[in-house]
């Protein structure tokens, strides 16, 4: 075990069993992104797990509330990302593009904002991340093929390609400094499915704060790739190769399917119909 992930692991008691179980309790967790809609969600959904919540993003983010604190920074910002950072015990990383747009947008706030935040973990000895990947790092891939962690990427655009880079970016930490992370290659994480599609990439609110708690909690991940899934009925991913963070979905879009299908169905030729990633496969390219 690397000496800056032996905090988290300090947290982790071994019952008399063998097993290990944390305290589920951080000093001080930042959570990047945190005025996004999956960050606004989050803001609340992870307050009982760390003493102090440091919020930040580029976009306004409100007065701080009790045990938070609120830190506006831009992530294309190195220096700005290193203060931000420091004092941490863990981060999610949310912030950043989060659909396809021009390369020049995704290079600042993705490409360079990744590394940004790795390079302060390192400087600061954070020893856990979450990293908020990507189903848009395999879109290419047909929905008929079914993957795991282990399947070639096919990235589906710049976001996509920047998403991958990350998923690289936590490879390279962990193997050259020991930083841990769990990269989640979430699917479509809203209020409920709004598409076909999304019936079999859908993640509920309460099963993405679930996997991100495990994420956060289990020791010794070193660098797992997940899929953000619910347990719906139709799904593509395979997470056998995360099976160590105990994730079970209790969630699923069956309950949606009557509502969804009453949408007219989807042209055989359209994108949305043929690849994981949908929509995105036929995003730009921008200002040709
Ligand atoms: N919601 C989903 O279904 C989904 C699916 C796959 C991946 N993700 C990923 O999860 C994360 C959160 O998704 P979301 O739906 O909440 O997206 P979002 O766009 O609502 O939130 C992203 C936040 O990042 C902030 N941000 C953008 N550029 C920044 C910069 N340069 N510096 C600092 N902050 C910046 C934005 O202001 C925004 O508040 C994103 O990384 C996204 O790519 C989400």
């Not at 999956?38 to 007065?63: E, M, N, Q």
């Not at 947008?105 to 490409?111: G, T």
């Not at 070193?222 to 953000?228: A, D, L, M, N, P």
Request: aromatic share 8%; glycine share 10%; hydrophobic share 40%.
């Amino acid at each position: 075990m690397s000496e800056i992930s032996q905090n988290l692991a300090d947290s982790a008691a071994a019952t008399p069993g063998g097993s290990v179980v944390t305290a589920h309790r951080l000093n001080r967790l930042l959570l990047t992104g945190a005025a996004g809609g999956l960050g606004k969600v989050l803001r609340h959904s992870l307050r009982p797990f760390a003493s102090t919540l440091r919020l930040s993003d580029i976009a306004d983010l409100g007065a701080a509330g009790p045990d938070e604190e609120v830190v506006p920074c831009n992530l294309a910002d190195k220096a700005a990302v290193d203060a931000l950072v420091a004092g941490c015990d863990a981060i999610v990383h949310l912030g950043g593009v989060s659909v396809e747009r021009p390369f020049e947008e995704v290079l600042e706030a993705n490409i360079k904002g990744v590394f940004h935040v790795y390079e302060a973990a390192r400087r600061h000895q954070v020893g856990r991340v979450v990293f908020a990947s990507s189903n848009h790092v395999i879109g290419f891939h047909k929905q008929t093929e079914r993957l795991d962690a282990a399947s070639q990427r096919r990235p589906d655009g710049y976001y996509g390609l920047s998403k991958s880079f990350g998923e690289d970016v936590a490879q390279f930490y962990f193997d050259r400094h020991g930083i841990e992370t769990v990269s989640i290659r979430i699917g479509s994480s809203f209020p409920e499915p709004v598409n076909r599609r999304m019936m079999s990439t859908w993640l509920s609110y309460r099963d993405l704060t679930t996997l991100i708690e495990k994420s956060l909690f289990t020791p010794g991940v070193k660098h797992t790739v997940v899929y953000g899934a619910s347990a719906n009925r139709d799904l593509w991913w395979d997470n056998h190769a995360a099976a160590h963070l105990g994730f079970e979905p209790q969630d699923t879009s069956e309950v949606f399917r009557d509502k969804v299908e009453q949408q007219p169905p989807v042209a055989a030729d359209d994108p949305n119909a043929i690849y994981q990633g949908g929509a995105f496969t036929a995003q730009g390219p921008f200002g040709d």
